[in-house]
C-alpha cells in the first residue's frame, strides 16, 4: 500500500487526466435510478483520455459553481426524454415524448455555470437541444417528422433503431471540418426533436442533406468551447473517422486546447 504523503507534487497535476463530467438521466428500472449509458463513457477514456465522473440529474445533489470549479469539462449526453417544452417558451403539451425536468435543470444550470467558468461543454443529441435552448433557442418535432426515428424507444430491437443513418453536410471551414477533413459525413441520427429557432450566439456545423435539419453547433462564449452534435458519434467511434474526430476535439479541449 502507498503511503499518502498529502496534495500532489505540481508536476503530478500537471500529469492528470483531465476530469469530465457526463450528465446521467433519471429512468426507473423497478425504482428509480441515474442512467448514463457505457457507450458515451468509454470514448471519453478510449479515446479523448479522460477520466469521467457520472453527475447526477438531481437538482438538489448537485452544486453546480463547485462542480464547474472542479470539472474541466462536461458532456450533455443522448437520452430517450425530451426538453420539457415549458424550457423553450412553448405549451407544456406541445412536443409530446418522455420528459424529464430534474435532467433540463440540471443540464441548463451546470452547462450555464461551465461556460461561464470558460470550460468546454459537448453535447450529444438531446444534449445539443439543451445547449441550444440554454442559447435561447427553441424546439421543434415537426422538424423531424418521424424521419430521425423509426418506431419507439420499446419497439423491437433497441440497437435497431441506431442502424438508421443519413449524410450531413459540414460547413466550410467549421469545427468539424477541419477536425475531419471532410465535407459531407454519414451519421447515425436517432432523435424526435431538433432546432427550429437557433440560439443566439451559436454557428451551425452541420445540416442534415436530406431535410436541413441543423445537425451540429458550435460557440465560443467566455473563451469556453462549446461543440454539440445532434447524431451519435459513440455508437460507431471505432469504425468513423467523423466519430473519432468528435472525441478528440473533447480531448483536446479539456486539455486547454480549442475547437475553434
Request: charged share 20%.
Amino acid at each position: 500500500m502507498t503511503r499518502w504523503t498529502g496534495a500532489a507534487t505540481m508536476g503530478e497535476a500537471r500529469a492528470r487526466k483531465p476530469l469530465i463530467g457526463v450528465l446521467c438521466c433519471n429512468e426507473v428500472a423497478q425504482r428509480p435510478v441515474q442512467v448514463a449509458a457505457s457507450r458515451f463513457v468509454a470514448p471519453l477514456a478510449r479515446v479523448s483520455d479522460a477520466c469521467v465522473l457520472l453527475v447526477p440529474a438531481i437538482p438538489e445533489a448537485c452544486d453546480a459553481r463547485l462542480l464547474a470549479c472542479q470539472l474541466d469539462g462536461l458532456l450533455l449526453t443522448g437520452s430517450r426524454s425530451n426538453v420539457a417544452p415549458t424550457r423553450y417558451g412553448a405549451s407544456s403539451d406541445c412536443g409530446g415524448g418522455a420528459l424529464d425536468h430534474d435532467r433540463d435543470e440540471v443540464a441548463l444550470t451546470l452547462a450555464d455555470a461551465m461556460i461561464e467558468a470558460g470550460k468546454p461543454v459537448f453535447g450529444i443529441c438531446r444534449g445539443l437541444q439543451e445547449l441550444n435552448v440554454l442559447f435561447g433557442g427553441t424546439l421543434s418535432g415537426e422538424r423531424c417528422c418521424g424521419r430521425h426515428l423509426r418506431g419507439g424507444w420499446d419497439d423491437g430491437d433497441y440497437a435497431a433503431l441506431f442502424d438508421h443513418r443519413h449524410d450531413v453536410r459540414l460547413t466550410d471551414g467549421g469545427v468539424l471540418a477541419r477536425a475531419t477533413g471532410a465535407r459531407r459525413l454519414s451519421v447515425r441520427s436517432v432523435h424526435e426533436q431538433a432546432i427550429d429557432r437557433l440560439g443566439g450566439g451559436l454557428h451551425v456545423e452541420a445540416l442534415a442533406s436530406d431535410d436541413g435539419v441543423i445537425e451540429a453547433i458550435a460557440a465560443r462564449p467566455c473563451g469556453a468551447d462549446v461543440l454539440a452534435v445532434q447524431w451519435h458519434p459513440e455508437w460507431d467511434v471505432d469504425s468513423s473517422p467523423g466519430s473519432q474526430a468528435f472525441f478528440t476535439l473533447i480531448g483536446q479541449a479539456l486539455r486547454g486546447g480549442t475547437t475553434a
